[in-house]
């Protein structure tokens, strides 16, 4: 019995190790793509220019840069008093990821319920909303969550009286506004 306890670890090592070295692999080939166009750019821009290289060389990836420089992303970059107003078009759908994840928490009483297959879902929109208001232009939060989190749709449609009918009409003014709003170049999240 011990014998055969033995040899099925061994197997579930070695089906663990395919599996990291596999995910490695296609995480490798995603960033490939990404790290080779900025290298060909660095190559093509700053190793042989005329004059001062552009400012974006000394960053490393050029993107960043561009991130940084011309949309003031990065960490606290965009909480101006300014984009008070882009703020306030992103609280709702803040406001409901926040109901969501309080929900989700409220339900358990020790850490060791909180990981369950559930919690992925949960998780996910709770860090990409943090991240978002956090590091991103929130302008583009409430595109976002919606389209990278269907927890949201899922979650209001368990909401009770009068707020379902308030996230409701939020969902199908923020659709038709945003249809007319967004092409013209209007702020609009």
């Not at 101006?80 to 358990?108: H, M, S």
């Amino acid at each position: 019995k011990q014998w055969y306890q033995r040899r099925v670890r061994g197997q579930e090592r070695r089906l663990s190790l395919f599996r990291l070295t596999k995910t490695l692999l296609a995480a490798a080939i995603i960033i490939a793509p990404f790290y080779l166009f900025q290298q060909y750019f660095a190559i093509l821009y700053c190793g042989s220019t005329v004059g001062s290289p552009p400012e974006w060389c000394t960053h490393g990836i050029s993107y960043g840069h561009i991130q940084r420089h011309y949309w003031s992303n990065g960490l606290f970059l965009y909480w101006e008093a300014k984009q008070l107003p882009n703020f306030l078009l992103a609280a709702p759908i803040l406001l409901l990821v926040g109901l969501l994840t309080a929900d989700y928490l409220r339900r358990f009483t020790n850490l060791t319920d909180l990981v369950t297959r559930d919690s992925v879902g949960y998780g996910h929109v709770t860090c990409l909303a943090l991240i978002g208001v956090l590091t991103m232009n929130v302008q583009v939060l409430t595109r976002f969550l919606v389209s990278s989190c269907p927890l949201i749709f899922l979650y209001a449609t368990r909401l009770q009286k009068p707020l379902d009918l308030l996230v409701i009409c939020y969902f199908v003014l923020f659709a038709v506004a945003g249809t007319v709003l967004h092409p013209t170049f209007y702020p609009w999240t």
